[in-house]
């Protein structure tokens, strides 16, 4: 499975953008698949989680009610919503897959997009 993580970019405090993950290789659709970050000199950080059907979301607490993880399985293909951005929210984002949402282990993983959110 190659995993490609796309989207970021340079935005305002208070904007929005929309992270796709998308897979190939062979279906993820078995797969829970989750999106992490990693700010400069900071440990990567769990964002948003999904489970294979779409139907279980877990979020941490910092973006809980701001973004939106989902999943199109028929599309191999995966979101973060971003919304009301901080500056704090400013990290590399990869989306992983994996057994369990949480982890800790992820089988595969995209290269990162980044994200920059600007005061």
């Known amino acids: 499975v190659q995993l490609q993580a796309s989207g970021g970019g340079l935005v305002q405090g208070g904007g929005s953008l929309r992270l796709s993950c998308a897979a190939s290789g062979r279906s993820i659709s078995r797969y829970a698949l989750a999106w992490l970050r990693q700010a400069p000199g900071k440990e990567r950080e769990f964002v948003a989680a999904i489970d294979w059907s779409g139907g279980i979301t877990d979020y941490a607490d910092s973006v809980k009610g701001r973004f939106t993880i989902s999943r199109d399985n028929a599309k191999n293909l995966a979101y973060l919503q971003m919304n009301s951005l901080k500056p704090e929210d400013t990290a590399v984002y990869y989306c992983?897959?994996?057994?369990?949402?949480?982890?800790?282990?992820?089988?595969?993983w995209g290269q990162g997009t980044q994200v920059t959110v600007s005061s």
């Open positions: 992983a897959v994996g057994p369990s949402r949480r982890g800790p282990r992820y089988d595969y």
